[in-house]
């Protein structure tokens, strides 16, 4: 696992690293876990400040930071490149990389080669795959190849068009049945974390007791170890459709959006930039320079 980057201050800077062990016991003393989504070193940074215990560079960030339709096409070399900066500012949470559509599922060494850059090239302290089925086999391959593994079942939006949309899942029992084997699975394969995404509550209260490893929700209900919420969809950065579980901490768009109207404006005014935005010469320097010019002229 790679050195951990001494970052500037801030209270969380103060905390010890968040370690798989840290879950475990968070889980045994019923502490709940809060993870956001990240993409950059700004937003690594508010969430080392802000203390959170796991942070996820979600494959999300095609929607948020990057102007795709789905989640689908993001590629591992985009990834990478935002979970390297993500890295760079940040000290205590554990960070999660998403391994994207494509990048794991034909093979396990496919799996375990695509892992083993998220680790190595970004340094990841773990990496999340979606869906059970043939990914259970793909987390075990990564599991023993020494990387952790984070599952994530439920609605998987990278398998989205095949679940029907992006809607919630089962919401009958057969449908329930196959997500709650699915994270026995995971589980079985040595995920140390799984997160459960878009299911009934009642479904999630089913399940939770067989569970040993902590379970972050996201539109799961409240009996689940911990909650993730996408970090622009939290602080209110991203315009589009906002999912049902989703809460809206803060309206950081309109702020941006304000701050910007206001430059645009004072720079058609003529009201920026002010004497103390500038730099000055020394009047003798301006004198020198205006001989300089006349004989160079
Ligand atoms: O990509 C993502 O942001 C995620 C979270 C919603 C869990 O997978």
Known sequence: MSARPTIATGPAAKGKPVTLSTMAERKALG????????????SAQVAEEAGVDVVLVGDSAAMTVLGYPSTVPVTVEEMLMLAAAVRRGLRTPLLVGDLPF???????EQAVATA???VKEAGCDAVKLERGGSSVERARAIVDAGIPVMGHVGLTPQTATA???????GRTAERALEVALDAK???????FSIVFEAIPSDLTD??????????IGIGAGPSTDGQVLVF?????????????????YAAIREEMIAGVQAFAED???RRYPEPEHGYTMAPDECERLRALLAHDG
């Open 232 to 248: 622009h969809d939290l602080l209110g950065i991203y315009d589009g459709h906002a999912a049902r579980f989703v809460k809206r």
């Open 206 to 215: 089913e399940i939770m007791p067989s569970l040993q490893v902590p379970v």
């Open 185 to 191: 699975a995971l589980e079985e394969a040595g995920c």
């Open 102 to 108: 494509g990048s794991y599922e034909v093979s396990n």
């Open 267 to 269: 720079v058609r005014a």
């Open 116 to 118: 083993q850059r998220f």
């Open 163 to 169: 679940l029907g949309g992006y809607r919630s899942q």
């Open 31 to 42: 502490e709940p876990i809060a993870m956001v989504t990240a993409y950059d070193y700004p």
